[in-house]
């Protein structure tokens, strides 16, 4: 779990970036898009798809690559980029099992269209390591349950509920294929729906960031360290943005460490830790020139 300090300043930058966005929306809209490409990539490569991220910048931008990729691929991420796209317009959608299905029927057209748009059922077990998901026949009735937990505002803090909902999603494993994906789409549904701009799950620390939190949960039913990552993914989305709205210019972390005196280990631990208003762009930290760090 995060402490009030944690939440007071995720409120503080929220309503900055709420009294930013009034007559912004375009330019807000136009800065999800433009990320839309790392997003793909990310979710795509947490799920060991071959695809660099100027692959994938490549594929969306309706070009061809040098060398020959599975079509599947090619499909993970037009579907990917077509369904984030979509959350943009799906303003206050409240999470249902229709709308689940149906955004997991576009994820996996062409890709799989038997599977595409449903749960599993009958044999249909799958098993991602050593964990097994749900019995096919109980997972509507689990993805039910869950969803009304959520829309019924059970757990009070919004990321702590966010983050059950993932983590309990994830262990249900309700599809044959695109649990992982769809699990990190709907992360950005119920940000959006409050709110919130989406985050970007980084495909380079899934080992020590992501995947042991989903092996701790399963083991003890304790989500609080998805509600930690998502708290400092959701503070460096929201610096993303304000940053781009307010500053004179935005430079590389690194260069911004050598003007301030400041050392190159000590800026990157601070952007991690979020205690510097840095973000990240195309894979490296970025920050606005004229921010000066408190000793």
């Known amino acids: 779990m995060i402490n009030q300090t944690t939440k007071d300043k995720i409120q503080a930058l929220h309503l900055q970036y709420l009294n930013l966005a009034k007559g912004n929306e375009s330019v807000l809209k136009e800065i999800t898009l433009a990320e839309i490409p790392e997003l793909v990539y990310n979710s795509n490569a947490i799920e060991n798809s071959t695809l660099s991220l100027e ?9 061809s690559l040098a060398r020959k990729v599975n ?35 576009t994820l996996l057209t062409n890709i799989d269209d038997n599977i595409a748009g449903r749960f599993r059922v009958g044999k249909e077990w799958v098993r991602v390591g050593n964990h097994l998901g749900a019995n096919p026949q109980f997972v509507p009735t689990l993805i039910q349950e869950l969803v009304d937990s959520y829309n019924q505002n059970k757990i009070s803090y919004f990321l702590d509920a966010v983050s059950h909902f993932h983590a309990e999603f994830e262990t249900i494993h309700p599809f044959v294929d695109g649990n992982g994906r769809m699990g990190r789409v709907l992360i950005n549904l119920q940000l959006i729906n409050l709110g919130f701009p989406p985050i970007i799950i980084q495909n380079k620390s899934k080992h020590t960031e992501y995947y042991t939190l989903f092996t701790q949960y ?49 800026a990157a631990n601070k952007a991690k830790r979020q205690t510097i208003p840095a973000f990240r762009l195309r894979e490296k930290w970025m920050i606005a020139e004229e921010f000066t760090s408190r000793k």
């Open 55 to 63: 692959d994938t910048e490549k594929i969306l931008a309706g070009g």
């Open 71 to 105: 079509v599947r691929e090619v499909y993970e991420a037009k579907n990917l980029a077509k369904l984030t796209e979509s959350l943009l317009e799906k303003n206050k959608s409240r999470i249902n099992i229709k709308l689940i299905l149906s955004l997991h029927k």
């Open 218 to 266: 399963q083991s003890t039913f304790k989500f609080g360290g998805f509600t930690e990552l998502f708290a400092l993914l959701l503070q460096e989305s929201l610096h993303k943005r304000i940053s781009i709205l307010t500053a004179k210019k935005i430079i590389p972390l690194a260069l911004w460490a050598s003007q301030k005196g400041v050392k190159p280990n000590v």
